[in-house]
């Protein structure tokens, strides 16, 4: 069901209001921080997350837990683009319903969700921009919307604010080759917002901050910069009961299908393996939608019939699901050829399950001694690492569980604690 644009007056308004006075005297604590939500809402309808609905999400769980009285909301609403403030309560139920359909997104019923959403989009429906009374700290953890320059200039000037913002990689501009066609053009458009307009930027790794200063013409000096690794919820913070498994050795990869992510080369040792093993051959398990640029994948995934049995698309499943698979997985796979983060190998290894992933400079700054590392085109060195963890008690195996009692899991409390104190220092520097 398409949704008809909302013709809210406050809506229209948001973006013609005056430009706010920042005329404060910006204290630690004193500040509001407006968290932007845009992607949340316009990923409504999808019944299972990306990682960066997640950590929109996990931002506002957090934040509300930490600074109840100091968050707002806003958004660029998916039902009619316009820019306003929302609702905190209308925003919380949401948030709740957005969790508990990413825990059970098999078994929710699809005309009952559908009609859901369209309560909860009516409901957040965006809301004036009300006259600052003390410094604005304008909070955007998602790329949304950066692409358009003028817009995030509007929304600053309205709520007269200064932006952070989290930059969650710059591949398409670092490796344009593994980017939609017009993905290089986009992505060069919301590095040129930040450079114009971010007073603070947050990383989720120093990859990330490495490769991105490059391309900002005005640099990084004079803003607030922090690097935070996002935490790792506890295991079971979703639960994982009664879920049906593969009733043999499986490996699983967990991660939209596209170039980068390097699916070809697993499809092509997964055929040896079943030439070699036949059924003793492990089981490859792939959790994600299916991205772009992937005809040759898809043709694999599709026609060969000697991986029929032996490869599992799982497609999106629920986070319920997707926790039991990885916990009884001989070891998550990630060969993946460039990453901003690597999410799936901190939670994998959280969880304290081995992790077997490409040779980056992201993987390695998160996952430090734990997994075993591999250059992404080692075919030869991969099969031979899948057969090794094909058995639970081989060497190599029971080496890196001892390595990840010695890992430290990030958490999301020491994150927050760095997004806080980057917050203070920008209301800090407010005239």
Request: glycine share 6%; with cysteine.
């Amino acid at each position: 069901m398409a949704l008809r644009p909302f013709n809210a007056p406050g809506a229209r308004m948001a973006l013609r209001s005056k430009r706010a006075s920042q005329n404060f005297l910006g204290q630690r604590g004193e500040s509001e921080v407006i968290l932007d939500v845009s992607r949340l809402l316009s990923r409504a309808f999808h019944p299972a997350p990306t990682g960066i609905d997640r950590v929109e999400y996990v931002y506002a769980r957090e934040l509300l837990e930490r600074m109840p009285d100091r968050l707002a909301f806003a958004a660029v609403h998916p039902a009619g683009g316009y820019y306003g403030r929302l609702s905190s309560a209308a925003v919380r139920q949401f948030l709740a319903f957005t969790s508990a359909k990413w825990r059970n997104a098999r078994t929710a019923d699809a005309v009952e969700g559908k009609a859901a959403v369209i309560r909860h989009m009516f409901a957040t429906r965006p809301r004036p921009v009300p006259r600052a009374t003390k410094p604005r700290i304008y909070l955007q953890v998602s790329p949304h919307h950066l692409d358009d320059h003028a817009q995030v200039g509007a929304i600053l000037r309205a709520e007269g604010a200064r932006l952070i913002t989290l930059v969650h990689d710059v591949i398409p501009l670092s490796h344009p080759e593994y980017a939609r066609p017009q993905g290089a053009d986009e992505h060069r458009k919301r590095v040129r917002s930040i450079d114009r307009y971010a007073s603070g930027i947050i990383g989720n790794s120093q990859a990330t901050i490495d490769a991105l200063a490059p391309h900002m013409q005005r640099g990084l000096d004079g803003r607030a910069v922090r690097v935070a690794h996002f935490g790792a919820d506890a295991p079971d913070i979703f639960g994982a009961r009664n879920e049906a498994l593969p009733d043999r050795p499986y490996f699983v990869y967990i991660s939209t299908i596209e170039p980068r992510k390097n699916h070809l080369l697993l499809l092509n040792v997964w055929r040896r393996l079943v030439e070699r093993l036949g059924d003793a051959a492990p089981l490859l398990v792939l959790v994600g939608r299916r991205g772009w640029e992937n005809e040759n994948v898809i043709d694999i995934l599709e026609r060969a019939e000697a991986l029929r049995g032996h490869v599992i698309e799982a497609g999106e499943v629920s986070d319920n699901r997707m926790q039991a698979l990885v916990a009884q997985s001989r070891a998550m796979l990630m060969p993946s050829f460039a990453e901003g983060f690597g999410m799936p190998v901190v939670e994998a290894l959280a969880a304290g399950v081995p992790v077997i992933c490409s040779d980056i400079v992201a993987h390695r700054e998160v996952g430090g001694d734990a997994p075993d590392y591999l250059d992404p085109l080692d075919g030869l060195g991969w099969m031979r690492a899948i057969c090794a963890y094909s058995r639970p008690d081989s060497p190599e195996r029971v080496a890196q569980i001892a390595r990840i009692a010695d890992w430290r899991a990030p958490t999301w409390r020491d994150y927050f604690d760095i997004v806080t104190d980057l917050i203070e220092e920008v209301t800090a520097s407010v005239p």
